[in-house]
């Protein structure tokens, strides 16, 4: 498995424009790829799951990815994250 | 045939087909079912019809509003393709038996309710995405037509109870003739809206989507504020005349585009426009603006889900800037709270949202906000002839104190050495009874006033222009409003600075002429009415406008005052 922490740095937390981003890419991947967030552990490929979180600025949350191309799927998801300006 | 009447929103003629923009009945009941397999194919194949819909839609958006404000719409095509969605209706359509409509709507009023109680309006705002995507998926099943703005694809009429600013950022502007709405006024958003897409509308008829039927064939009379529904050939044929003469009087106004803008007996004003976005420069050159007199920066702040950055601001700015070529932009800063809400911001429900938090009142509080406008505005300055304006101010304390952050900002910026134009004039818009008898005072310190009479008028005399009970209160002619009008031109004068209008009332033909005789110096309205505005003046001389103004200031009531200038002007 791998996971990878993050914090988010957008003031405007996480919720619709920045999930269905996130989602999209996840959906590139054959990998499971989850939101671990607040003892909740969420389908990233769930639009309504991501958005159902409501993480806000500043908090934390953990991804994590099974199968084969799962360190990509991390890889990729982090680096949408970073240049969106949504976490890091 | 029969008629309806309603407020002549903006002027035109349009003939077509309605389009009722009214939510279908998508009632059902539950039923057991036998062939299980079927029924899920049959929910599958309301699913890839709602999602290949939903891509033409977010495509259509993705051109006419750009990549970022069609997002919404790209989260609702995932909404279709969520497994934690899909997976439990399929799973219930077999385990249980039940029809798809059931399943679905089970399914999805189980995330509606968890969105719902979300202590987040953000979030509790989702759960209508759902039932969005949900109603299109029913209608669907139900087979029963969906109707919405964005799949208008011939030329129609569109019936609506009102519009909201995303039904008419997704009409599609080369088939939509014309609208009626049951509610709404002449100041209302979607008349707003309907003036500057140039397209004939009638708003407030309180019964036209119960009256008119889909695909009836229907009139709208923009000029008299007249529905014809089902017109004999002979109405039809005596409006396709009027629609003529319209085009016609139309070419004679174009003729006016490049001419200066002077009274009989040669005194000169400047008409301006009143924009929302920078698409809408092409209707204010199309009519011969000689600057914009209102830039309403809040429509790059709205119907999106964060704040705009400071180099989207700047983008916008110098788009309307460039776009005027050196001729005056005055640009409003953010003017958001009241009936226009940011979802994204969650501010809390106000009892008397009108009178509350909101406009220069919020920005000097959100400070962050408002200096990343004011920088972005600041830097976009040498690209053209840039004045600021500040709404809502309603003490010189407020007006000094944004003045200081503007100066603020904008030495941060010449000692980081960022070119900024050698002089920005900063003004404020006069809209609260407090600064507009203090005007006087207040000239001696701004570089111009800008008169909103929407809400001066809501404000002088205590009604809610909302309100429908009391819009017998909008009364711009009363001579209340004329004397707080005179008071802040005259102040304005006695000091060499100018004074503007960029409420309803600067293009109103009854108003114009007495603001002529008022010494008005900058008219500002919506772009069509411009060239109609453009022509009357030429016929008015200065002099007799000015006894006529002087007349009006005694007289009792708004009705005496329209008496008079109708007398006076032949109108």
Redesign the interface.
Known sequence: MVEQQFTVTDKAGIHARPAAMLVSVANKFVADVNLDYGGKNVNLKSILGVMSLGIGFGETFKLNANGADAQDAVNELAKTLKTEGLAE | MSLLKGIAASSGIAIAKAYCLVEPDLSFSKKMIEDSATEVARFQSALAISKSELEAIRDVAEKELGV?DA??F??HV??L?????IGPIEEKIKTDQVNAEFALKETTDM?IT??EQ?D?E??QE?AA??RDVTKRVLSHLLDVKMVSPSMISEEVIVIAEDLTPSDTAQLNRQFVKGFTTDIGGRTSHSAIMARSLEIPAVVGTQESTKLIQDGDLVIVDGLNGEIHINPSAEVVADYESKQEQFEQQKVEWAKLVNEKTMTADGHQVELAANIGTPEDLVGVVNNGGEGVGLYRTEFLYMGR???PTEEEQFEAYKKVLQGMEGKPVVVRTLDIGGDKELS?LQLPEEMNPFLGFRAIRLCLEEQEIFRTQLRALLRASTFGNLKIMFPMIATLGEFRQAKAILEEEKQALLAAGTAIADHIEVGIMVEIPSTAVQADVFAKEVDFFSIGTNDLIQYTFAADRMNERVSYLYQPYNPAILRLVKMVIDAAHKEGKWAGMCGEMAGDEIAVPLLIGLGLDEFSMSATSILPARTQIKKLKKSDMVELVNEALQMGTAEEVVEAVKARTGL
């Open positions: 970022d997002a919404i790209n989260a995932l909404v393709t969520d497994p934690e969605l995330f968890m969105f979300m987040n953000y979030m989702r995405d759902i889900d964060k704040l994204y």
